[in-house]
């Protein structure tokens, strides 16, 4: 079945620094979403992207949805403490199952 | 807007027992999920509804889990005999899912399960 890759698994950053974590699929993808689970809760939802190359901004969070819409990114602009977590790219298979990536566990030194 | 809720948010039983979560999602929205995430790990699809049929159990140890959504709206996912690896949180989900159109899935706090 469907699935999306991410990497890294783990990105260390030091606070001021950039983050980008991406989400692979070897195909198409109808959308991508984004989420957020800080550590000791749940995910909750950044963003939805569907449009082929389509780039949508939140403050320091820029994402971003590949041409061929089988890749995706999210960067984060001088990271800050509480940027800390995992961000899990998801999407919506043909089948209508929503499949999580593996996500990308971002720790900050302050 | 009341949001998902899960009980118990925690749980400790020994391995042979069963277990069961209750899961009430945001009222209206069609589609409710339950994900088994382990330390470490993205949320793996168990089973997903939508109303009160099953969209895809394809990821579900139907000897062991068993699910059912009580008229199109509470579910409970059921766990008989546990094992030590389904040590995890459990993590249900809803989504409003109407038409061609898909939206956010909202979580639930989730219920840590582990299995001694």
């Known amino acids: 079945g469907q699935q999306v890759m991410q990497i890294p698994q783990y990105q260390h950053v030091q606070e001021g620094e950039d983050f980008t974590t991406y989400c692979n699929s070897s195909?198409?993808?109808?959308?991508i979403q984004w989420y957020k689970q800080r550590p000791g809760g749940h995910p909750v939802f950044l963003i939805q992207?569907?449009?082929?190359?389509e780039v949508k901004k939140q403050k320091r969070l820029t994402f971003q949805f590949g041409e061929a819409k089988k890749n995706s990114s999210l960067h984060i602009t001088a990271t800050q403490t509480t940027d800390v977590g995992t961000y899990f790219c998801?999407?919506?298979?043909?089948?209508?199952?929503?499949?999580f990536g593996q996500g990308t566990e971002l720790s900050v030194k302050p | 807007e009341a949001g998902v809720a899960q009980s118990p948010r925690y749980k400790i039983i020994e391995k042979r027992q069963s277990v069961a979560f209750w899961c009430n999602p945001i009222?209206?929205?069609?589609?409710l999920y339950w994900y088994q995430q382990i330390l470490g790990q993205g949320p793996k699809l168990l089973i997903q509804f939508q109303n009160n049929g099953v969209v895809d159990d394809s990821q579900l140890p139907k000897d062991r889990f068993s699910a059912e959504r009580l008229k199109g709206v509470d579910s409970t996912l059921k766990i008989q005999p546990a094992k030590l690896e389904d040590s995890a949180v459990y993590l249900c989900?809803?989504?409003?899912?109407?038409?061609?159109?898909?939206?956010?899935?909202?979580f639930g706090q989730g219920t840590r399960l582990t299995v001694v």
């Open positions: 009222s209206g929205h069609a589609t």
């Open positions: 992207l569907v449009k082929s190359g």
């Open positions: 989900a809803s989504s409003s899912n109407r038409g061609p159109r898909y939206t956010e899935a909202f």
């Open positions: 195909t198409t993808l109808s959308n």
């Open positions: 998801a999407c919506y298979n043909q089948g209508g199952k929503l499949i």
